[in-house]
Nanobody, 114 residues
Framework: QAQFVESGGGLVQPGGSLTLSCQVS????????MEWYRQAPGMQRELVAR???????NYADSVRGRFTISGDTGNNTMYLHMNNLKPEDTAVYYCHANEISDYWGQGTQVTVTS
């Protein structure tokens, strides 16, 4: 049974950087389409970045050029590297496997404020 534990969130000033981690257990992430979603207060959850099994990466227009999704198969961990953060990036960020649609981890809070 898959389990995702997100970490690395925090409070950062605009223009700053954070790297989120998603420790994956129960599955090998390299066999799944892995995604990062975020949900801001009062908003629907939105897809931020996706890594397909062939290595292809897709990004939401709002983060393209600033965020990078990556994975370390050795420790079965996914990452989201976030640069030039903006206040509108404030949200809870979730790791997700596309093929396991109904499972979500607890998420990690990112707050961008001056």
């Amino acid at each position: 049974q898959a389990q995702f534990v997100e970490s690395g969130g925090g409070l950062v000033q605009p223009g700053g950087s954070l790297t989120l981690s998603c420790q994956v257990s129960g599955i090998r992430f390299k066999f799944y389409t892995m995604e990062w979603y975020r949900q801001a207060p009062g908003m629907q959850r939105e897809l931020v970045a996706r890594r397909i099994t062939d290595g292809t990466r897709n990004y939401a227009d709002s983060v393209r050029g600033r965020f990078t999704i990556s994975g370390d198969t050795g420790n079965n961990t996914m990452y989201l590297h976030m640069n030039n953060l903006k206040p509108e990036d404030t949200a809870v960020y979730y790791c997700h496997a596309n093929e396991i649609s109904d499972y979500w981890g607890q998420g990690t809070q990112v707050t961008v404020t001056s």
